[in-house]
């Protein structure tokens, strides 16, 4: 995206004119903001077909479930809700079904949103799935700092969730508690949130963001990566938590044009914060203190991180800017302002606004 790669040394001797230079660069916004509003469009349709995804795959997993469990297939959605609800409720209400059907239902919408992605919209995606020397040494070495990020966040967050409960006010949170402390719902809980959650997350909010937005500014790219990635988790606590270690992860993704190391991470953070959840499940009694040693030793180590490694990290990223014809604050209007991302906005405003609502009925 270079606008400004030929040579204007004739502008000053005469040979190029004001006139001829506006033209070019009024040739260039407007080509610029074609490409942009073309790739905001594919970024906001691809959120949109996701979300969308997910209620068709959960809808059918619903059908599904019920025709299983009640050993004849059932047609209608309403009717295998009501099946399952009344006759299945013990079933329903455990972890292993719910943490089945997530595992199922975003494991699908992935597959058939890489499909869409890759065949009809030709994003390429395998090169930020292309490890490279030193990846996994990258992604241990920066698991502290986006630790401790989220773990200051949370403090604040949970400051203000106090604040908010003491006026009457309910923040909803999310909860991942085993509620059924079987093998099964440890293995699959444990493989949705520790592994296959976190490789479809790197691979939708940082890899298909930041490799439609990247050509038009690097920052721009991370910023939109970790804001995406935050508000999708549809409650304040986690939002703020996500957005906050996600400007380091989208930032590496950026830097290293892969999303193997920021893979390494994600695994990481959330098999740290599962510790306690999955060994109260297998009756481990010291969870929690291991838990509590492994979170400080980790801080520690975290704000080496902060206080040293991310400048040279944040120089490196400005370092590799494109050279846009437009301004960043033009640029980031058009993605905020596209149709499609608007639209996407606005569905995730109202899942907050329904949630929200519903913890405060």
């Given at each position: 995206?270079?606008?400004?790669?030929?040579?204007?040394?004739?502008?000053?001797?005469?040979?190029?004119?004001?006139?001829?230079?506006?033209?070019?660069?009024?040739?260039?916004?407007?080509?610029?903001?074609?490409?942009?509003?073309?790739?905001?469009?594919?970024?906001?349709?691809?959120?949109?077909?996701?979300?969308?995804?997910?209620?068709?795959?959960?809808?059918?997993?619903?059908?599904l479930s019920a025709s299983f469990l009640g050993k004849q297939f059932i047609w209608s959605l309403k009717g295998a809700k009501k099946y399952l609800v009344e006759e299945q409720a013990d079933i329903i209400e455990g972890s292993s079904f719910s943490m089945t059907g997530n595992l199922l239902v975003i494991g699908l919408s992935a597959i058939t949103l890489v499909i869409i992605a890759v065949l009809i919209m030709k994003?390429?995606?395998?090169?930020?799935?292309?490890?490279?020397?030193?990846?996994?040494?990258?992604?241990?070495?920066?698991?502290?700092t986006c630790v401790l990020l989220n773990v200051l966040i949370g403090i604040v967050v949970a400051m203000f969730v106090m604040m908010m409960n003491s006026n009457g006010v309910t923040v909803p949170e999310a909860d991942f508690t085993i509620t059924s402390q079987t093998t099964y719902a440890v293995v699959i809980q444990f493989v949705y949130v520790c592994l296959i959650g976190p490789v479809i997350e790197e691979l939708i909010y940082r890899g298909m963001i930041i490799k439609l937005l990247s050509p038009f500014g690097k920052g721009i790219a991370v910023f939109f990566s970790a804001f995406i990635f935050g508000i999708?988790?549809?409650?304040?606590?986690?939002?703020?938590?996500?957005?906050?270690?996600?400007?380091?992860?989208?930032?590496?993704?950026?830097?290293?044009?892969?999303?193997?190391?920021?893979?390494?991470?994600?695994?990481?953070?959330?098999?740290?914060?599962s510790t306690i959840d999955i060994g109260d499940a297998l009756g481990l009694g010291s969870a929690e203190t291991v838990y509590t040693v492994l979170q400080i030793a980790i801080m520690f180590m975290g704000f080496y991180g902060i206080f040293v490694k991310i400048?040279?990290?944040?120089?490196?990223?400005?370092?590799?800017?494109?050279?846009?014809?437009?301004?960043?604050?033009?640029?980031?209007?058009?993605?905020?302002?596209?149709?499609?991302?608007?639209?996407?906005?606005?569905?995730?405003?109202?899942?907050?606004?329904?949630?929200?609502?519903?913890?405060?009925?």
């Amino acid at each position: 995206m270079n606008y400004y790669g030929g040579n204007y040394g004739g502008y000053y001797g005469g040979g190029y004119s004001p006139h001829d230079y506006r033209a070019d660069l009024l040739t260039a916004q407007k080509s610029e903001k074609k490409a942009l509003g073309k790739n905001a469009a594919k970024l906001g349709a691809l959120l949109l077909i996701y979300n969308a995804l997910n209620y068709i795959y959960l809808d059918l997993f619903y059908i599904l479930s019920a025709s299983f469990l009640g050993k004849q297939f059932i047609w209608s959605l309403k009717g295998a809700k009501k099946y399952l609800v009344e006759e299945q409720a013990d079933i329903i209400e455990g972890s292993s079904f719910s943490m089945t059907g997530n595992l199922l239902v975003i494991g699908l919408s992935a597959i058939t949103l890489v499909i869409i992605a890759v065949l009809i919209m030709k994003i390429d995606l395998k090169s930020m799935l292309k490890p490279y020397k030193g990846c996994v040494k990258q992604g241990i070495e920066w698991i502290p700092t986006c630790v401790l990020l989220n773990v200051l966040i949370g403090i604040v967050v949970a400051m203000f969730v106090m604040m908010m409960n003491s006026n009457g006010v309910t923040v909803p949170e999310a909860d991942f508690t085993i509620t059924s402390q079987t093998t099964y719902a440890v293995v699959i809980q444990f493989v949705y949130v520790c592994l296959i959650g976190p490789v479809i997350e790197e691979l939708i909010y940082r890899g298909m963001i930041i490799k439609l937005l990247s050509p038009f500014g690097k920052g721009i790219a991370v910023f939109f990566s970790a804001f995406i990635f935050g508000i999708m988790h549809g409650n304040i606590p986690q939002a703020a938590s996500a957005f906050a270690g996600s400007l380091v992860y989208a930032a590496i993704a950026v830097r290293y044009d892969s999303i193997v190391p920021t893979i390494i991470m994600h695994v990481a953070n959330n098999l740290l914060a599962s510790t306690i959840d999955i060994g109260d499940a297998l009756g481990l009694g010291s969870a929690e203190t291991v838990y509590t040693v492994l979170q400080i030793a980790i801080m520690f180590m975290g704000f080496y991180g902060i206080f040293v490694k991310i400048r040279p990290l944040k120089n490196e990223v400005n370092a590799a800017e494109p050279a846009c014809s437009l301004k960043k604050g033009k640029r980031v209007m058009l993605i905020f302002t596209n149709v499609f991302m608007i639209i996407y906005f606005l569905f995730i405003l109202r899942e907050f606004a329904i949630d929200f609502l519903a913890a405060n009925a």
